[in-house]
């Protein structure tokens, strides 16, 4: 199993921006494409892009973003888009992308991590 910073090894930039556009099918494809593609080539920027790789492939993702289309322009760092396919769920692979986030958003000097879910039972047994 290995989380891939989308930052540095931009060479999974396509493979990272098919993925996010199959696992969140919702929302418009072109918004991943621009968001992976910028953050890639940012010189500096707070976000980044975690695929989960387990045999050549991807079998999850996780987004560490400045805002996830929300009104409090004052919390950073945001946590958004965790998937993991779902023949992999059940294997604490969530909670690996979590932690590298949460790791980064510390190593970035941010003290914790924000979140909008709909999914609150899941995340209150990951400390949110």
């Known amino acids: 199993m290995k989380i ?27 918004i991943y494409e621009d968001c992976i593609s910028n953050c890639i ?11 989960l790789g387990k045999d050549n492939e991807i079998i999850g993702c996780a987004n560490l ?4 289309f929300i009104s409090r322009l004052d919390l950073y760092l945001w946590l958004c888009a965790l998937f993991i396919d ?4 059940g294997q604490n692979y969530g909670n690996l992308l979590i932690e590298q986030a949460k790791m980064d958003t510390k190593k970035i000097g941010f003290s914790y991590l924000n979140l909008s879910t709909d999914h609150i039972g899941y995340y209150e047994k990951l400390g949110f």
């Open 41 to 51: 080539n940012a010189p500096q920027t707070l976000s980044q892009w975690y695929p």
């Open 65 to 68: 973003i400045t805002n996830d």
């Open 4 to 30: 891939i910073s989308g930052r540095e090894n931009p060479e999974y930039k396509e493979k990272a921006i098919q993925y996010f556009q199959n696992s969140w099918s919702e929302v418009l494809p072109i």
């Open 86 to 89: 779902e023949q992999y769920r």
